[in-house]
Nanobody, 121 residues
Framework: QVQLVESGGGLVQAGGSLRLSCAASGSIFNMNRMGWSRQAPGKQRELVASITSVRSTNYADSVKGRFTISRDNAKNTVYLQMNSLKPEDTAVYYC???????????????WGQGTQVTVSS
């Protein structure tokens, strides 16, 4: 019932910035959580940041102070501003949506196609 389209990935030098966007369409509940997880080759997927429809946020410790998540509810779009990027941030970033306040898990929720972020040293 929900489709997600991601954009904004690319190649940047260490210390640079990127801004990811994720547009949701379909049956969007008033209360929901959206955000990004990322997965680097050979590593497990990890939560990066998320934001609820009332703009409560959470971040992985590794990105606090560098990344900022925000959303435009009128456009059903969430943004991830990534500053001071490090080579360790290199990964495929997957946008997610979940109805309610929880995070997607075990078949619940929806995922975007992923966008590659590469940070060179």
């Amino acid at each position: 019932q929900v489709q997600l389209v991601e954009s904004g990935g690319g190649l940047v030098q260490a210390g640079g910035s990127l801004r990811l966007s994720c547009a949701a369409s379909g049956s969007i509940f008033n209360m929901n959580r959206m955000g990004w997880s990322r997965q680097a080759p050979g590593k497990q997927r990890e939560l990066v940041a998320s934001i609820t429809s009332v703009r409560s946020t959470n971040y992985a410790d590794s990105v606090k102070g560098r990344f900022t998540i925000s959303r435009d509810n009128a456009k059903n779009t969430v943004y991830l501003q990534m500053n001071s990027l490090k080579p360790e941030d290199t990964a495929v970033y997957y946008c997610f949506y979940n109805g309610g306040w929880g995070h997607p898990s075990d078949g619940n929720g929806y995922w975007g196609q992923g966008t590659q972020v590469t940070v060179s040293s």
